[in-house]
């Protein structure tokens, strides 16, 4: 049964910069693209970015883009988000999610069957 564990989240001032990661528990991890979401209070959980199974496809919603870098390395079986220039609105809880989808990485949420416990990210000064 594949798990995932974020790590690297906490508080960072405006325009900073944090590092997701996001391992997997199975050396199959190179089986699943994995999907980055984000929830913030009192909102739906959100999708952020995701790469497909050999990272040749990236996917990232439009106020990440040029922000945010989705990454992979199967041989360590795990991902990777690194989040540059940070603003308020990107506070949330970050999940990592897995998905057997072998086309396009998915973007919404229920195309994603395995989930981590999720990371707070907080942007404040």
């Known amino acids: 049964q594949l798990q995932l564990v974020e790590s690297g989240g906490g508080l960072v001032q405006p325009g900073g910069s944090l590092g997701l990661s996001c391992a997997a528990s199975?050396?199959?991890?190179?089986?699943?693209?994995m999907g980055w979401f984000r929830q913030a209070p009192g909102k739906e959980r959100e999708f952020v970015a995701a790469?497909?199974?050999?990272?040749?496809?990236?996917a990232y919603t439009d106020s990440v883009k040029g922000r945010f870098t989705v990454a992979r390395d199967n041989a360590k079986n795990t991902g990777y988000l690194q989040m540059n220039s940070l603003n308020p609105e990107d506070t949330g809880v970050y999940y990592c999610?897995?998905?057997?989808?072998?086309?396009?990485?998915?973007?919404?949420?229920?195309?994603?069957?395995?989930w981590g416990q999720g990371t707070q990210v907080t942007v404040s000064s």
């Open positions: 790469i497909s199974r050999n990272g040749a496809r990236v």
């Open positions: 199975v050396r199959t991890f190179s089986s699943y693209a």
């Open positions: 999610a897995a998905s057997l989808s072998r086309l396009d990485p998915p973007q919404r949420w229920v195309d994603y069957p395995y």
